[in-house]
């Protein structure tokens, strides 16, 4: 079958997308060590401080996470047509019709999933989820680091309550991501095995191949 290579993602979102990635790995293996520091009886009177350790990495990596949420959401409004918000969120007539065929498509139930150059609209909704919840994530982190700070005390304490709250909440969407993650990266190869667009490759070179559905 003949098909195309047709540019999808600029270089602004695949950075985004591999800081995003990476630095949730970060965050989640030292936020888990901050929640239950595992080592403290093993290190316990070798003069080292491993949480201090981890507490510092999981700050650095928060805001390279931050950096490239802040990056995405310009990327929503000034992208390119894959890129902004009202190409994949369920909410125009053409968007809808590709999460229905998308559902269809993964039950077994249609003729596989509408190719299209942006997201499928059920991973885009996807992906606006994890946005929202990268804010949260942010807010309330934020809110744990700079407890002093006004404009951060009044935002988190709008969004989460007492700090206490916003560290449950910090926690339970670690395990958010950690479940997006999984889901994603097998629904990525699935993608990649099922269809000829070379949807994970996409991610590194930008560049989809259309017209190539088996
Ligand atoms: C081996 C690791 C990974 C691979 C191969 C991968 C691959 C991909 C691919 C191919 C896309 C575009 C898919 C589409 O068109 O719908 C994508 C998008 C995305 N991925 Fe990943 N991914 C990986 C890890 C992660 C992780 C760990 C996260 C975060 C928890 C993540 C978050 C996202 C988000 C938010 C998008 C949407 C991109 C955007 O529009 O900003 N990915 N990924
Ligand atoms: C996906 C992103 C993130 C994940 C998975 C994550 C995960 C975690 C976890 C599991 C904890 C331990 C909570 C507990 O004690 O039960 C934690 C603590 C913390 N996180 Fe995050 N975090 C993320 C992003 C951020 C961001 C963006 C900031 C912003 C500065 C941040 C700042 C903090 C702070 C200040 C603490 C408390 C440290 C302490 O009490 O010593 N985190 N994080």
């Given at each position: 079958?003949r098909?195309?290579?047709?540019?999808?993602?600029?270089?602004l979102?695949?950075?985004?997308?591999?800081?995003?990635?990476?630095?949730?790995?970060?965050?989640?293996v030292?936020?888990?060590?901050?929640?239950?520091?595992?080592?403290?009886?093993?290190?316990?009177?070798?003069?080292?401080?491993?949480?201090?350790?981890?507490?510092?990495?999981?700050?650095?990596a928060?805001?390279?996470?931050?950096a490239?949420?802040?990056?995405?959401?310009?990327?929503?409004?000034?992208?390119?047509?894959?890129?902004?918000?009202?190409?994949?969120?369920?909410?125009?007539?053409r968007?809808?019709?590709?999460?229905?065929?998308?559902i269809?498509?993964?039950?077994?139930?249609?003729?596989?999933?509408?190719?299209?150059?942006?997201?499928?609209?059920?991973?885009?909704?996807a992906?606006?989820?994890?946005?929202?919840?990268?804010?949260?994530?942010?807010v309330?982190?934020?809110?744990?680091?700079?407890?002093?700070?006004?404009?951060?005390?009044?935002?988190?304490?709008?969004?989460?309550?007492?700090?206490?709250?916003?560290?449950?909440?910090?926690?339970?969407?670690?395990?958010?991501?950690l479940?997006?993650?999984?889901?994603?990266?097998?629904?990525?190869?699935?993608n990649?095995?099922?269809?000829?667009?070379?949807?994970?490759?996409?991610?590194?070179?930008?560049?989809?191949?259309?017209?190539?559905?088996?």
């Open positions: 079958m098909y195309e290579k047709q540019y999808a993602w600029s270089i979102l695949r950075l985004c997308h591999w800081a995003f990635a990476l630095s949730i790995v970060v965050l989640s030292t936020g888990y060590y901050i929640h239950f520091p595992w080592t403290n009886t093993w290190l316990e009177g070798t003069g080292r401080f491993p949480v201090a350790t981890m507490r510092y990495i999981h700050f650095i928060a805001f390279v996470f931050s490239a949420v802040a990056a995405r959401f310009y990327l929503l409004i000034f992208g390119n047509r894959q890129e902004r918000i009202l190409d994949f969120a369920p909410v125009t007539a968007n809808l019709k590709n999460l229905a065929a998308t269809k498509g993964y039950l077994y139930l249609g003729s596989g999933h509408e190719e299209r150059l942006g997201h499928n609209v059920l991973a885009g909704s992906y606006l989820v994890t946005f929202v919840a990268a804010v949260f994530q942010i309330t982190g934020f809110y744990m680091l700079y407890p002093e700070s006004a404009s951060w005390q009044a935002l988190g304490y709008m969004m989460a309550g007492a700090q206490q709250n916003a560290r449950f909440i910090h926690y339970l969407l670690m395990w958010y991501f479940v997006f993650a999984t889901v994603h990266i097998y629904m990525g190869i699935w990649d095995i099922t269809s000829g667009e070379g949807i994970i490759s996409s991610i590194f070179s930008g560049y989809k191949f259309m017209g190539s559905r088996r």
